[in-house]
């Protein structure tokens, strides 16, 4: 069999736009910190590269995409990418090379975990991360990915999420929360960030990556995946612009850190819904998104939570208000593979939405919390408070950003 030239090609693109997302997601986090903990933060990120590879490579693509084990999980006949050949395909209708699917979804599992870092930024030691990274993709990441993507649970219940409102944003995003619950609050806490070029150049490689994130998980190129593409760009824009006119009349400044915060909510929040609803309901959607992420990070700030970067605010409410509007807004007009949301008179297509996104956050808080202290018994976890103020960069790695 020969393969589709056009569409192997394109899932090429995307499978290497959103592995950039990952040291696009080191340079928005990095400029978002102190000067003290500029490499702590990135490196956490692209460590993500090195470890979570070989963990997919050995049982990651197999435990989520090879049998299925009482729905939750996959079996192990895929480990070490036993029996692919470079010749099959991924499936009898999309000739793509399996081997691209694999590389794609790889790309996935690298930034999921590493989007989690930046609430406890500056307060983790790197060897409890590595485990808990390690831990939390095998116990939460795979086993979500494989019953939504893999043929599990989830989609056994119709559940739909085109490219990560349920997989990526609402189990990261509530992990994060997790994380800070149990780390507690910085020695320091940095009001202002370092340095908002770094976040600036981590949103466009953030945005830009983004279009493989959503248009690819269309896995070949069709209308869908057209789409796919410009609701990404639609929503995030008109997330932006809501942010920040929000930000301008709350402060009185119209804040650069704001607006681009608003971008990431709104490629968030579009993210589950991307290939199966309007652009006009795309724009709802980046709205939508920027008024209930701006509320979470205020609910935030008003229980003292420190959340450093805000990653439950913007990628888990994000993630699951996305999904919550999937369930209210999808239309088969706009998708036939898709389903009829609320409005269209999908009544059970939204509770099961609705009930999977609720399923994944509780479970990915409760798992995660119960990580990091079982973790804590055997290695340190937080960073103690002299380390923390003499800064974390030295302390953990032996180097600095900067000259100081």
């Known amino acids: 069999m020969s393969f589709d030239t056009g569409n192997t090609g394109f899932m090429l693109v995307a499978t290497s736009l959103v592995m950039l997302m990952t040291p696009g997601l080191a340079f928005f986090y990095g400029g978002l910190v102190s000067k003290k903990g500029v490499l702590t933060i990135m490196m956490q990120s692209f460590v993500s590269l090195g470890i979570t590879t070989v963990l997919w490579f050995t049982v990651g693509y197999s435990l989520c995409f090879s049998g299925d084990v009482f729905g939750i999980i996959g079996n192990l006949d895929y480990a070490f990418l036993h029996g692919i050949t470079m010749m099959d395909t991924l499936s009898p209708t999309n000739n793509i090379p399996l081997i691209v699917f694999i590389s794609y979804q790889m790309m996935f599992a690298v930034i999921t ?17 590595v485990i808990f990274q390690v831990l939390w993709l095998l116990l939460v990441y795979f086993p979500f990915t494989h019953m939504v993507w893999g043929g599990g649970l989830f989609a056994q219940w119709g559940v739909l999420d085109f490219a990560g409102g349920i997989v990526v944003h609402a189990t990261a995003g509530m992990a994060a929360l997790a994380s800070v619950f149990f780390v507690g609050k910085r020695a320091e806490r940095v009001t202002e960030p370092h340095s908002i070029p770094l976040i600036a150049l981590g949103t466009a490689l953030l945005w830009f990556g983004w279009y493989g994130f959503n248009a690819g998980s269309e896995l070949r190129v069709d209308g869908v995946t057209a789409l796919a593409f410009l609701n990404t760009d639609v929503a995030a824009s008109f997330a932006a612009v809501v942010w920040l006119a929000i930000d301008w009349k709350m402060t ?11 971008a990431v909510a709104g490629l968030a929040t579009i993210t589950p819904a991307a290939g199966y609803v309007g652009t006009g309901t795309a724009a709802i959607i980046g709205c939508i998104a920027s008024v209930v ?34 369930g209210i807004f999808a239309s088969t007009k706009v998708n036939p593979g898709g389903a009829d949301g609320l409005i269209y008179g999908g009544t059970q297509f939204f509770l099961v939405e609705v009930g999977a996104v609720v399923i994944a956050a509780v479970y990915a808080f409760i798992i995660s919390y119960g990580m990091l202290t079982i973790i804590d018994k055997f290695t340190p976890v937080r960073i103690d408070a002299n380390e923390q103020l003499t800064g974390v960069d030295a302390a953990m790695h032996g180097e600095n950003a900067y000259l100081m």
Not at 302 to 316: E, Q, S, T
């Open 113 to 129: 975990p590493a989007l989690i870092t930046g609430a406890f930024a500056e307060r983790v030691r790197f060897k409890a991360y």
């Open 252 to 262: 009185g400044k119209p804040k650069f850190v704001g607006m681009l915060t608003g």
């Open 293 to 326: 992420c701006y509320l979470a990070i205020g609910l935030k700030n008003r229980f003292g939570w420190d959340d450093a970067l805000d990653v439950w605010g913007v990628h888990g409410m994000g993630g699951i208000t996305g999904v919550i509007l999937l």
